[in-house]
């Protein structure tokens, strides 16, 4: 019968006392419950620091994001004006096929010829937790281009989400048809101005 080594004669072989040896199997051992309160509660606070930043982060991605859209459907709906000789419009679309009454611009929104109705490009459903709409003389759900490009009257689309007023962005269309990135001019409390010079407002939660 093999004989099982007397714990002193495993420890000699090693150069270890056997004192030594119990002491290193002792430490064989998951976390202990205080070792396992103390990782909780890091991970805790870095989840905590974590999430507001990276929801501040999506959010202003998605701001950017809307007036990009916006502001390529503008150039859109300008060039292909001056480039066919004819009007067109940039108008809120739910469907893809046609303009949508209505002043929510989060339900997408496309450039068409006005006389033809031809869908010249589209662009698609912005996330629900924006507010997207246009501020301007007549209707807020369409913006006419004529034949030469321009609008004839000054324009503003705002983008919002629960952030508040201070963290909008704007985008300002003038009568030439060309559109501009909405500053604080006054840079009092850091909300951008509309084409009338008045700081946007958010809709109240």
């Given at each position: 019968?093999?004989?099982?080594?007397?714990?002193?004669?495993?420890?000699?072989?090693?150069?270890?006392?056997?004192?030594?040896?119990?002491?290193?199997?002792?430490?064989?051992?998951?976390?202990?419950?205080?070792?396992?309160?103390?990782?909780?509660?890091?991970?805790?606070?870095l989840v905590l620091i974590a999430v507001?930043?990276?929801?501040?982060?999506?959010?202003?991605?998605?701001?950017?994001?809307?007036?990009?859209?916006?502001?390529?459907?503008?150039?859109?709906?300008?060039?292909?004006?001056?480039?066919?000789?004819?009007?067109?419009?940039?108008?809120?679309?739910?469907?893809?096929?046609?303009?949508t009454a209505g002043a929510d611009w989060?339900?997408?929104?496309?450039?068409?010829?006005?006389?033809?109705?031809?869908?010249?490009?589209?662009?698609?459903?912005?996330?629900?937790?924006?507010?997207?709409?246009?501020?301007?003389?007549?209707?807020?759900?369409?913006?006419?281009?004529?034949?030469?490009?321009?609008?004839?009257?000054?324009?503003?689309?705002?983008?919002?989400d629960d952030s508040g007023d201070a963290?909008?962005?704007?985008?300002?269309?003038?009568?030439?048809?060309?559109?501009?990135?909405?500053?604080?001019?006054?840079?009092?409390?850091?909300?951008?101005?509309?084409?009338?010079?008045?700081?946007?407002?958010?809709?109240?939660?």
């Amino acid at each position: 019968m093999r004989q099982v080594a007397e714990p002193q004669t495993v420890a000699s072989q090693y150069g270890l006392s056997a004192g030594r040896a119990r002491a290193s199997y002792g430490h064989a051992h998951g976390f202990t419950l205080l070792e396992l309160l103390v990782v909780i509660s890091i991970a805790s606070i870095l989840v905590l620091i974590a999430v507001p930043s990276f929801v501040d982060s999506t959010q202003r991605t998605n701001r950017n994001a809307a007036v990009t859209a916006l502001a390529d459907a503008i150039s859109v709906a300008r060039s292909e004006a001056l480039g066919r000789g004819t009007a067109t419009v940039l108008c809120a679309s739910s469907t893809g096929t046609g303009c949508t009454a209505g002043a929510d611009w989060n339900v997408g929104f496309l450039v068409a010829e006005t006389q033809s109705g031809d869908v010249l490009q589209v662009w698609q459903t912005l996330p629900d937790t924006m507010s997207v709409w246009l501020e301007t003389t007549g209707d807020a759900d369409k913006l006419f281009f004529q034949a030469d490009g321009m609008t004839y009257k000054n324009s503003t689309y705002v983008v919002c989400d629960d952030s508040g007023d201070a963290n909008a962005r704007a985008l300002v269309v003038g009568y030439s048809g060309l559109s501009r990135i909405a500053v604080d001019s006054g840079d009092d409390d850091q909300t951008v101005e509309n084409h009338t010079g008045n700081d946007v407002e958010c809709p109240s939660a």
